[in-house]
Nanobody, 130 residues
Framework: QVHLVESGGGLVQAGGSLRLSCAAS??????????MGWFRQAPGKEREFVAV????????YYADSVKGRFTISRDNAKNTVYLQMTSLKPEDTAVYFC?????????????????????WGQGTQVTVSS
């Protein structure tokens, strides 16, 4: 079992920045064996892919809507994945979820689907005011 806890959300003005963190833990859990991702869900909308990072952190994928503004990273020594968000827009307002999966391969088509992740955090709210 994998336990994920997000933090760092809040209220920020458009153009501002936030850094989300997700701490992972588990009884027999090895963080570096898991692909880590971020999704988000705005009110009345479906959950959408934001970013994903490979086991060692060497490969990353981003949704087109955040490319160039958001950066995903991980610290395997701290069992933590981060999402640095800059140039925030009101349309970035959503609950942001951290997720994890062992992952069989690192393919965008697979990892951009929420159905392919086994573990999810409870989410953290990000609100961007105009």
């Amino acid at each position: 079992q994998v336990h994920l806890v997000e933090s760092g959300g809040g209220l920020v003005q458009a153009g501002g920045s936030l850094r989300l963190s997700c701490a992972a833990s588990g009884r027999t859990f090895t963080f570096s064996n898991y692909v880590m991702g971020w999704f988000r869900q705005a009110p009345g909308k479906e959950r959408e892919f934001v970013a994903v990072i490979s086991w060692s952190g060497g490969t990353k994928y981003y949704a087109d809507s955040v490319k160039g503004r958001f950066t995903i990273s991980r610290d395997n020594a701290k069992n933590t994945v981060y999402l640095q968000m800059t140039s925030l827009k009101p349309e970035d307002t959503a609950v942001y979820f951290c997720n994890a999966d062992r992952g069989k391969d690192f393919a965008y088509a697979t990892l951009s689907s929420s159905a392919n992740y086994a573990y999810w955090g409870q989410g953290t709210q990000v609100t961007v005011s105009s």
